[in-house]
C-alpha cells in the first residue's frame, strides 16, 4: 500500500496488508488525520497529522532552528522550549519520555520523540516536519503500538519511512 502526495511526503510504501483511512476535523479546523494501519491489528497505527494552523513565531523559529543544527539528542530544557511543537509529548502527567532526538530521515532532518503514554497501554514513535521551512508548519508522522506488538512493527515502519520520498517543496524547505 502506497500513501502518496500527503502533505510533505510524495510517496511512502507499507506492506500489501496494511489499509488506510482519513479522519478530519470538524468543518471550522483544517486539522487532518490520516491512518495506516495492518489489516489484522487496526490498534497498531502510523498516523500522518497535519494541525491546520500555524505555531506562533517564537515557537517556529526554535524548531527550524533546531533542525537546522546538526543531529543530536536533546536535553530536558530543549524539549520544554518545543513544548509547542510536540504539544502532548512535554506533558510529563500524560508522557513517558524516553527518547528526544533530531536526525535525518529519508536525507531530510525531523525531530524524533518516543516514549510510551501513561493512560494508554501505548507505546510511540512520532517524527515532527517543518512544512514550510519557517518551523511554523509542522506535519507530524507518529507511530503507535500497544506495548506489547510495537517491537513486532516498529523494524517495518521504520524501514518504510528510511525509503520514503518527501515531495519536491519538502527538499526544497527542509535543512541540507
Given at each position: 500500500?502506497?500513501i502518496?502526495?500527503h502533505?510533505?511526503i510524495?510517496?511512502?510504501?507499507l506492506?500489501?496488508h496494511?489499509l488506510?483511512?482519513?479522519?478530519s476535523?470538524s468543518?471550522?479546523t483544517?486539522?487532518?488525520?490520516?491512518?495506516?494501519?495492518?489489516?489484522?491489528?487496526p490498534?497498531v497505527?502510523?498516523?500522518?497529522?497535519w494541525?491546520?494552523?500555524?505555531?506562533?513565531?517564537?515557537?517556529?523559529?526554535r524548531?527550524?532552528?533546531l533542525?537546522?543544527?546538526?543531529?543530536?539528542e536533546?536535553?530536558s530544557?530543549e524539549?520544554?522550549?518545543?513544548a509547542?511543537v510536540?504539544v502532548?509529548?512535554?506533558?510529563?502527567?500524560?508522557?513517558c519520555?524516553?527518547?528526544?532526538?533530531t536526525l535525518?530521515?529519508?536525507?531530510?532532518?525531523v525531530l524524533?520523540?518516543?516514549?510510551?503514554?501513561?493512560?494508554d497501554p501505548f507505546?510511540?514513535r512520532?517524527?515532527?516536519?517543518?512544512?514550510?521551512g519557517?518551523?511554523?508548519?509542522?506535519q507530524?508522522i507518529?507511530?503507535?503500538a500497544?506495548q506489547?506488538?510495537?517491537?513486532?512493527y516498529?523494524?517495518?515502519?521504520?524501514?518504510?519511512?528510511?525509503?520514503?520520498?518527501?515531495?519536491e517543496q519538502?527538499?526544497?524547505?527542509?535543512?541540507?
Amino acid at each position: 500500500m502506497d500513501i502518496c502526495h500527503h502533505g510533505q511526503i510524495k510517496k511512502l510504501s507499507l506492506p500489501d496488508h496494511w489499509l488506510a483511512k482519513t479522519q478530519s476535523g470538524s468543518a471550522d479546523t483544517l486539522r487532518s488525520v490520516s491512518i495506516a494501519y495492518p489489516a489484522d491489528r487496526p490498534g497498531v497505527q502510523l498516523r500522518f497529522i497535519w494541525r491546520g494552523s500555524r505555531l506562533p513565531s517564537g515557537a517556529g523559529e526554535r524548531f527550524h532552528a533546531l533542525l537546522s543544527q546538526p543531529p543530536k539528542e536533546l536535553d530536558s530544557e530543549e524539549i520544554q522550549s518545543l513544548a509547542p511543537v510536540i504539544v502532548d509529548l512535554a506533558d510529563e502527567e500524560v508522557f513517558c519520555l524516553e527518547k528526544a532526538l533530531t536526525l535525518d530521515l529519508s536525507l531530510r532532518r525531523v525531530l524524533q520523540i518516543e516514549g510510551i503514554w501513561k493512560h494508554d497501554p501505548f507505546v510511540s514513535r512520532s517524527y515532527f516536519i517543518d512544512a514550510d521551512g519557517t518551523g511554523c508548519l509542522v506535519q507530524e508522522i507518529a507511530f503507535f503500538a500497544p506495548q506489547d506488538e510495537y517491537a513486532r512493527y516498529v523494524g517495518t515502519v521504520q524501514e518504510a519511512l528510511e525509503a520514503m520520498e518527501w515531495s519536491e517543496q519538502a527538499a526544497a524547505a527542509g535543512p541540507a
